[in-house]
């Protein structure tokens, strides 16, 4: 049981180092519902699992969303929580150090990596592929959503 309270230590301490180091000011989202709902649901890790602070589409299933960092970090993980409904994302584009994507553009750009992500039941903690690499900022593209049926 120790070794697990060491491991979870190690997450809180990873995520407590880089919430700092995001410019929140600067972070924005295309196609938000309300003003402000992306720039909400970036969390420090102790209260990620707050599901008060959502974001929801407004037109589409798309969404982008544009993290901007106060210097220079190396992204080690992606916490992507979603509720159990059918709006939750399956696609996720990753695209580093450019602040220039919006709608128009992403479908010309080929991300660093594109998460598929799961059933909000099925969640957890998604490694990206870019431990080679240093960011200034992050941005994410949903693109779709994924079927969801309660088990009840």
Known sequence: MKHLGCSNEAYEDDALWLFPRIYHDAVYTLNEARPG??????????????????????????????????????LKSIVLRAL???SSPQTCH???????????TVESLTPIQTLNLVAPENAGQATPNLLDHTETHVTSHTVASIPYSRHI
């Open 94 to 104: 990753i695209f580093m150090n450019r602040d220039d994507i919006d709608f128009d």
């Open 37 to 74: 709902m992306g720039r909400s649901i970036i969390k420090p890790w102790d209260e990620r699992l707050n599901t008060t602070k959502i974001l929801e589409s407004d037109a589409d299933a798309q969404l982008i969303v544009y993290i901007p960092f106060t210097g220079t970090v190396k």
């Open 84 to 86: 159990p409904d059918t």
